[in-house]
């Protein structure tokens, strides 16, 4: 089964404890990005990558970091958690190329910093 | 740069009523566009999208959305609304990036459906 999947599913941690959240994708997708959704602002973009070592910014970066070391895997990392960054987040991938649009997104990861 | 609007924050329907959910979009060009749902305490399900062709776009649990380039909308619309409709929607349209669409997505605060028997 195509998927995405996202691990853990619910963290609480306390602020300045370093963590990671995983994601994979088994479609062989090129693209994957990292979002967050916060009530009344929707999803908004932290990273993307374009392919394996390959990443940039989008529109909410501060205080995230990830890496691509392998095309089916993309973790955010967070090297100094503070409450503000309790929120929802998605992992999506997607094809790379035209008429590729879709995103696939996981399940999501619930994320309370205390 | 794209935005998408949402207006109404929350929306409430009698089960039975019709529904329609506002969605506008800032573009210039022919936009990527996409509905969103999210039951509580669950993740994103595509409800539909457009991509070209024709503006009416049939998707999944009954639901359709119009695509009106001069309105710069691309708003949802079901007939019959269920009580298991009670959910948030979010519209979201593709935006480019690195000269492809698919890498991102922009989305709208969401809309919050609540259903009343």
Known sequence: ?114 | AQSVTQPDIHITVSEGASLELRCNYSYGATPYLFWYVQSPGQGLQLLLKYFSGDTLVQGIKGFEAEFKRSQSSFNLRKPSVHWSDAAEYFCAVGALLNGEYGNKLVFGAGTILRVKS
């Open chain 1, 1 to 114: 089964e195509a998927q995405v999947t996202q691990n853990p599913r619910y963290l609480i941690t306390v602020t300045g404890k370093k963590l990671t959240v995983t994601c994979s994708q088994n479609m062989n997708h090129e693209y994957m990005s990292w979002y967050r959704q916060d009530p009344g602002l929707g999803l908004r973009q932290i990273y993307y990558s374009m392919n394996v070592e390959v990443t940039d910014k989008g529109d909410v970066p501060e205080g995230y970091k990830v890496s691509r070391k392998e095309k089916r895997n993309f973790p955010l990392i967070l090297e100094s958690p503070s409450p503000n960054q309790t929120s929802l987040y998605f992992c999506a991938s997607t094809r790379s190329g035209q008429g590729y649009y879709e995103q696939y997104f996981g399940p999501g990861t619930r994320l309370t910093v205390t």
